[in-house]
């Protein structure tokens, strides 16, 4: 579901979906990419058109966790629609760059 980038510290998000089924492999796969040392990660967004509450949800909780360890978690390339929940939900400021 996530793949490394060409950019440092960057993951594609593979899944145009993102729904209470693919949380826990998102999970998953946020928890393999963490490493040690690094100040910021990038989640590229690009592909993803639709995003639940629960990845939502997952995605505050990991930047808590990563924040704590010193790494900033960011999701970059997002697309209009996942924009405006973003900004509706007051995230916006929490997770884009």
Known sequence: MVTKTIEENCYRIESNQLDVYSAAS??????????????????????????SSSVLG??????????KQGVNLYLINVN??????????????????
Do not use: A, C, W
């Open 26 to 51: 998102l999970e998953e796969d946020m928890t393999n990419i963490f490493q040690k040392g690094v100040t910021s990660l990038y989640l590229d967004f690009s592909n993803v058109e639709e995003v």
């Open 58 to 67: 997952l995605l505050l909780y990991k930047k808590m966790i990563y924040r």
């Open 80 to 97: 209009p629609q996942v924009f405006k929940i973003l900004k509706i939900l007051n995230l916006n400021g929490h997770l884009l760059p």
